[in-house]
Every structure is written in structure tokens, then in C-alpha cells.
């Protein structure tokens, strides 16, 4: 055990408070964001109930940028987690990016409202929630990567299983909708619409890539 990485907080007990607080509410965007996504795409709740999900979203990720405005003026100011604190930065800020870019894509698909069909119903569920369990897995990670960094190379093999199976799944809808007989406004909107959930998989990707060069820094 004397070779044990120690943990990235010692008396920083505040900040720690801080980091789960702000992984927690990305965690909860996440999910608010799901759920909106879906009750879109499969056409199964009003309108009304995905602006409510938008709107706690939109609240969600304000909340979000407070907490690391507040973290990033810690680490500053406070002089704290010198060795660490270029890559808890780029992290903490590449997760709210991965949750503003989610935000920002539910808000374009309100904007350009594509036509609901129930036929690509059931693909567009089974691809919003692959996409999710790969950015949920690499908020696993990311809070591994505080407490055990060893650890977080098991959790990464899951972001990218899932992140391999959201290109299949993409692949396969992109298809039935091209070939699907629809308008050429639909057949894009709708085509989009599926590439924009598969970027989701693709951003948690590249974050778990970053944070397996995080976590290998601080084992050496």
C-alpha cells in the first residue's frame, strides 16, 4: 500500500464539497436532459413538457458555471492542488462543455422542431439513452479520477463500448431514415438529429481519453 497514489484532496474538505456538488448537478443535467430529449423524439409528451425539461436544464447549467467559476477562483487564489490543477480545470471544464453542448442541442431540436415520427421512435430512445450511459460513464470516471485515480482506467473501457455502440446504433437510424419516404428537409433534419446524440458519445470519448492521461500523471 506505501505505493498507493494518494488522494487528490488532503485538507481541502470545502473544495472536495465543491467538485461533488458540480459533478452532481452535471449528473442531474444529464439525466433532465434525457429525458427532454426523449419526450421529443418519441413524440410522447406535449411540447410544454419539453420546454419544462429545457428550462431545468438551462437552470441546471447555470448552476453549473457558478460552481466553477467558484472552484477555479479557489484554486487560485487559495493556492490550491498546485500539481493537479491544470488538468482538474481542463476536466471540470470540458464536463460543463460536454452539458452546455447537450443544453445547446435540446434547444436547437425546440427551434427546429423536426417532424415527430412514431416509426424512429423506439431507434431515437434506444440512442439518446446509449449516448447517456457513455457520458454518465465518464462522469464515473471523472469522479474516480478525485479519489482513486488508479481506478479510472476501468471505468474508461465502458465510455468506449458505449460510445462504439451509439456509432452503431446512429449508423443503423441514419440508414432507415434515408432511405425512409420522407421530404429531403425531413430526411435531414432527422439525419442531423441522430449524428447530434452520437457527438454526445463522441465528446464523453474524448474526455475519458484525456482523463486516462490525467490519472497516469498522477500515479508517476
Known sequence: MANETPPLFGKTRFLEGLIDEFLDKIAEGVIVGELGLKAYLCGSEEEAICLEKLNQLTEIKRRCSELRR???TMLYTEMLL???R???LRLLGSLFALLDDMGDDFEELMIVQPQRLPEFGADFAELTAMAVRGVQAVLVAARTFFRTPAAVRDHLNEVRVF???TD???YKLK???VAADLSFEQRTLLRETAAMLDGLADKAENIGDDLSIFAIKRSL
Do not use: K, M
Request: no cysteine; net charge negative; hydrophobic share 40%.
Open 163 to 165: 460510445e462504439d455502440q
Open 70 to 72: 467558484t472552484i477555479v
Open 82 to 84: 498546485p500539481d493537479a
Open 175 to 177: 440508414r432507415r431514415i
Open 168 to 170: 452503431r446504433l446512429a
Open 86 to 88: 491544470g488538468d482538474v
